[in-house]
């Protein structure tokens, strides 16, 4: 058939984990992520609870907008919007916090990073 070529894989060095929790690249990507991901979910958590919340304690949602559609079809049209956006910006920041990983993966590959 066709000539094919072997590929020689090298073994991959053995990381030390625990050398990589405790570097301070990790911990910065840690920090980051975090300083994303909390103020993202709460943002998310309390405009997703606030249409039931205002929905069942309240009649300002009830007020006509257009015609006959009123503020709770706006704002549950929103959340539809909301959704696509913040899932659009976390799949791109992700991106960022995985190469960020593989940075520091190859980094403790290559013999660690000093503390």
Excluded at 76 to 100: G, P, S
Aim: proline residues 3%; hydrophobic residues 45%; glycine residues 4%.
């Amino acid at each position: 058939m066709g000539a094919e070529k072997e590929y020689k894989q090298e073994p991959a060095k053995e990381i030390n984990f625990v050398q990589v929790t405790e570097s301070k690249s990790f911990k910065k990507l840690m920090h980051e992520r975090k300083k994303f991901i909390v103020p993202l979910t709460i943002f998310f958590m309390v405009f997703y609870f606030l249409l039931p919340v205002l929905t069942s304690y309240t009649t300002f949602l009830n007020t006509p907008v257009i015609g006959d559609i009123s503020w709770v079809w706006l704002f549950a049209l929103a959340q539809f919007i909301m959704t696509w956006v913040l899932c659009t910006v976390y799949v791109k920041k992700a991106a960022v916090f995985d190469k960020q990983a593989d940075e520091i993966i190859k980094e403790m590959e290559e013999g660690g990073e000093e503390q």
